[in-house]
T-cell receptor, first 109, second 116 residues
Framework: KNEVEQSPQNLTAQEGEFITINCSYS?????LHWLQQHPGGGIVSLFM???GKKKHGRLIATINIQEKHSSLHITASHPRDSAVYIC???????????FGQGTRLTINP | EPEVTQTPSHQVTQMGQEVILRCVPI?????FYWYRQILGQKVEFLVS????????KSEIFDDQFSVERPDGSNFTLKIRSTKLEDSAMYFC??????????????FGDGTRLSIL
């Protein structure tokens, strides 16, 4: 069983829609990371959080430690948001990241 | 904003040859990582490096692989005797090091390695 599971695997939406991507994990963590992978392959860190909620522009990330669940929300989605969004965790006492399989998001104009 | 840079962006190599993938981490970062992503699969951890030694490695990181920080700026991944299954995107990442707190990792754009 994967330590980090994301849903959905693929998501297609219309421009302007509110987007939610979910992540569940099964191990003890020190932090959860949301990353964006561009079509060319490069990876950019969006958020790192260990409790509560963080917001950056139209992106919002939340985490529920008790339920071992996190969500990434995109408000007023735009075609330029089209990418693969990856959830990853830092396990307790380790620096390495353990990755989910990613969610491919496509926003149509 | 400081960036992690990786070279080359694409490497094509014959099976059995040795390859060296290069990375320049962000200058004040002390923790370095290599990850790989086989086409269509999730990103996997290979190795982490701190204070001039390997701090953790995965089962993938066997004797075929080695890492080195040959000078104050470069961080390299060497793959000896490459196999077809080594074809993947290899990502370098770096982070500052704080003993008690996790830190964001900054990724390079990756090196796409193709073994023929």
């Amino acid at each position: 069983k994967n330590e980090v599971e994301q849903s959905p695997q693929n998501l297609t939406a219309q421009e302007g829609e509110f987007i939610t991507i979910n992540c569940s994990y099964s191990v003890g963590i020190s932090a959860l990371h949301w990353l964006q992978q561009h079509p060319g392959g490069g990876i950019v860190s969006l958020f790192m959080l260990s409790s509560g909620k963080k917001k950056h522009g139209r992106l919002i990330a939340t985490i529920n430690i008790q339920e071992k669940h996190s969500s990434l929300h995109i408000t007023a989605s735009h075609p330029r948001d089209s990418a693969v969004y990856i959830c990853a965790v830092s396990r307790l006492w380790a620096q390495k990241l353990v990755f989910g399989q990613g969610t491919r998001l496509t926003i149509n104009p | 904003e400081p960036e992690v840079t990786q070279t080359p962006s694409h490497q094509v190599t014959q099976m059995g040859q040795e390859v060296i993938l290069r990375c320049v981490p962000i200058s004040n970062h002390l923790y370095f990582y290599w990850y790989r992503q086989i086409l269509g699969q999730k990103v996997e951890f290979l190795v982490s490096f701190y204070n001039n030694e390997i701090s953790e490695k995965s089962e993938i990181f066997d004797d075929q692989f080695s890492v080195e920080r040959p000078d104050g700026s470069n961080f390299t991944l060497k793959i000896r005797s490459t196999k077809l299954e080594d074809s993947a995107m290899y990502f370098c990442a770096s982070s500052v090091f704080v003993l008690t707190d996790p830190q964001p990792q900054h990724f390079g754009d990756g090196t796409r390695l193709s073994i023929l």
